[in-house]
């Protein structure tokens, strides 16, 4: 038997090494699988009972007088809630909107307490309840900044991910715009983590929570990120432009390329070439006991009147998406263009 382990022990080294090299085509599917589904299937739904089912909508006591009920999470309150207001207005509508999160919305659309709910994220499987639809206004790039005295202007989606996954430590493996190293400190990537169940968002950056470096700073409020960073030179964190502009007077931030793409510029996103976004979804109800014909009224012209929002915020409407490739199912973005 000695010869046997002999010849086994001889053998080891090049076992450890042929584990230790990965063929390009893995290491290639390894990256791509750090980034998590961008959509969920349409077809599916949530198994309710039939009482559930059968429940009408039922405002809550404060907002029982009311001709719509709306419960938006806040980016897209801040979004829309102008052309919601004027809507009101030109028809005479009293509109209860309340601003929250996507789960508070969804809460209040498992509840049958809202006529509309508003998600900055894709349907997500529990998401998907009898009788509701989504229609998407459209999609919003995911803005990654850092502090203005940082002059890292561009980051590689690939560096991004190294990041925040933990295996870049300095900024000084990172090229500022002139083509020198940027300044020998340790990087504080800032995270907030919002949404996990739901596809597309920050998931496509990094799958899940496990992902990210232990030592990721989490924050649970978009305020917070933006002070965190305003306040830290070495720190690099994510929001939607809007909100960098909603709570910039708690603090300066710099927003960054990334692919060496703005996360302003529609094309690029309209075309992936910035792949980092957020879908913008309402919803509506479908049914006998459900159906609100001033809600879905008013889905339309939100859906119509999005075309017209500022380019400076990164938003790409419905419209230029179905023209770029992307998928849709009747009102709702389902999937990306092919590239």
């Not at 006529?115 to 998407?136: N, S, V, W, Y």
């Not at 739901?198 to 305020?223: A, C, M, Q, T």
Request: with cysteine.
């Amino acid at each position: 038997m000695q010869p046997l382990k002999n010849s086994f022990i001889a053998f080891l080294p090049l076992l450890i090494v042929s584990q230790l090299i990965i063929p390009a085509s893995h290491a290639e599917d390894r990256i791509k699988n750090l980034r998590g589904e961008a959509f969920t299937d349409p077809s599916h739904q949530v198994k309710m009972p039939a009482d559930w089912i059968n429940k009408p909508i039922k405002y809550e006591q404060s907002a029982e007088k009311s001709d719509i009920v709306v419960v938006l999470e806040q980016d897209v309150y801040q979004t829309i809630i102008p052309l919601i207001q004027q809507y009101a207005r030109e028809q005479k509508l009293r509109i209860r909107v309340k601003e929250g999160t996507c789960g508070i919305a969804a809460g209040a659309l498992a509840r049958k307490t809202a006529d509309i709910g508003g998600f900055c994220c894709p349907a997500g499987k529990e998401d998907r309840l009898p009788g509701l639809k989504f229609h998407t206004l459209g999609i919003v790039s995911k803005a990654f900044f850092v502090h203005p005295d940082n002059p890292v202007e561009n980051v590689p989606l690939k560096q991004l991910r190294d990041i925040f996954r933990g295996t870049i430590y300095k900024w000084s493996e990172l090229k500022t715009q002139k083509g020198l190293p940027a300044p020998d400190r340790m990087v504080r990537a800032v995270g907030r983590l919002h949404c996990q169940t739901r596809p597309g968002h920050w998931r496509l950056l990094l799958d899940n929570d496990k992902l990210f470096s232990p030592r990721l700073f989490e924050v649970g409020s978009i305020p917070d990120m933006i002070a965190q960073v305003a306040a830290d030179k070495d720190s690099i964190g994510w929001e939607a432009l809007s909100m960098v502009e909603r709570y910039k007077n708690i603090g300066k931030v710099k927003v960054i390329k990334v692919d060496g793409y703005s996360p302003k510029n529609l094309e690029a996103i309209a075309l992936l070439k910035y792949p980092l976004y957020r879908t913008y979804n309402i919803t509506t109800w479908e049914g006998k006991t459900l159906e609100n014909q001033k809600a879905q009224k008013l889905v339309a012209y939100l859906i119509k009147e999005v075309e017209h929002l500022s380019a400076g915020f990164g938003f790409v409407p419905s419209s230029r998406l179905r023209k770029a490739g992307w998928k849709f199912k009747g009102n709702e973005l389902t999937g990306e263009p092919l590239k």
